[in-house]
């Protein structure tokens, strides 16, 4: 793998960083759990290395009901007090608190736009500035790093691979929303 540089050259092989590259990094997704886990996975990486997270993963869909949406909106203080007492996920009550209030948002996209993934579509393409615009009016602990990363890690950014990555030329013909956008004109990244 001559070439690669970042996430590209170091994940292959990695036991908790090559599984996450080779399977899912660049996926489209269009479920709602999946996008909700992406979206709290990157708010709960700010400030750690992605590595405490993959290996944080399952403690914190232990401790958010595997990510249910629904369950998760339905939170009040007494299931905040118990995630910030769970030493399996990342103790931070902000974050805590936007899992909640980002279910509940999630829930909004369902009845505006028929789902999380569906309010994607609805605004891409765009670039990343909007984005984060959008995010920030609409969810809770979104900065432009979060913003990116997770919208990178679902293909509607462009970036997730290195173009000399095996996994690159998997993901495009999975045909990623920032593929189609670029074939259709779109260079606004």
């Given at each position: 793998?001559?070439?690669?540089?970042?996430?590209?050259?170091?994940?292959?092989?990695?036991?908790?960083?090559?599984?996450?590259?080779?399977?899912?990094?660049?996926?489209?997704?269009?479920?709602?759990?999946?996008?909700?886990?992406?979206?709290?996975?990157?708010i709960n990486q700010a400030g750690l290395s992605w590595l405490t997270i993959l290996k944080k993963r399952a403690g914190f869909a232990a401790a958010f009901d595997g990510w249910d949406v629904d369950r998760v909106a339905a939170y009040g203080p007494d299931d905040v007090a118990r995630l910030l007492s769970d030493p399996a996920i990342i103790r931070n009550r902000l974050k805590v608190e936007a899992a909640v209030a980002n279910a509940?948002?999630?829930?909004?996209?369902?009845?505006?736009?028929?789902?999380?993934?569906?309010?994607?579509d609805a605004h891409h393409p765009m670039g990343k500035a909007h984005w984060l615009r959008l995010f920030k009016r609409t969810?809770?602990?979104?900065?432009?790093?979060?913003?990116?990363?997770?919208l990178m890690s679902l293909g509607y950014l462009p970036g997730a691979h290195h173009p000399d990555c095996p996994v690159a030329a998997r993901v495009a013909r999975l045909d990623p929303p920032w593929i189609v956008a670029e074939r259709n004109g779109f260079i606004g990244y």
């Open positions: 793998m001559s070439g690669l540089t970042g996430y590209c050259a170091a994940a292959p092989g990695h036991p908790w960083h090559g599984p996450y590259h080779d399977g899912e990094y660049g996926v489209p997704a269009r479920d709602d759990r999946v996008l909700f886990e992406r979206l709290m996975l990157e509940r948002a999630v829930q909004g996209l369902r009845e505006s736009h028929g789902g999380f993934s569906a309010w994607l969810f809770r602990f979104t900065g432009g790093e979060i913003v990116g990363e997770f």
